[in-house]
């Protein structure tokens, strides 16, 4: 069965800093571009930042600075780095593959399960 799974989530005061991870596991060959959503309560979910599958990465204004996201294909997963947390920050972050490639064929628009991050003045 193929997953997506965040880790890495939890609570941390402001200016601390959380990794989170995007792991896919089942029978993956690789995955290609990934990003990184949050959505927090009562607002709707929006793209926080991506990576290419060549390692290109971009940013939403509200993180850029502070956010980084790298991978690491042999282990198919991706990493979002927070640094410089802030309250407005605590969201559920989500990770979604735009395709993935198995031993079955691609799949597409694949979304995890999510991860709460709080963040506290």
């Known amino acids: 069965q193929v997953q997506l799974v965040e880790s890495g989530g939890g609570s941390v005061q402001a200016g601390g800093s959380l990794r989170l991870s995007c792991t896919a596991s089942g029978s993956i060959l690789s995955m290609n571009a990934v990003g990184w959503y949050r959505e927090a309560a009562g607002k709707r979910r929006y793209l926080v930042g991506g990576i290419s599958s060549d390692g290109s990465t971009n940013y939403d204004d509200e993180v850029k600075g502070r956010f980084t996201i790298s991978r690491d294909n042999a282990k198919n997963t991706v990493y979002l780095q927070m640094n410089s947390l802030k309250p407005e920050d605590t969201a559920v972050y989500y990770c979604?593959?735009?395709?993935?490639?198995?031993?079955?064929?691609?799949?597409?628009?694949?979304w995890g399960q999510g991860t709460q991050v709080t963040v506290s003045s």
């Open positions: 979604n593959a735009d395709r993935l490639e198995t031993i079955d064929g691609p799949m597409y628009d694949f």
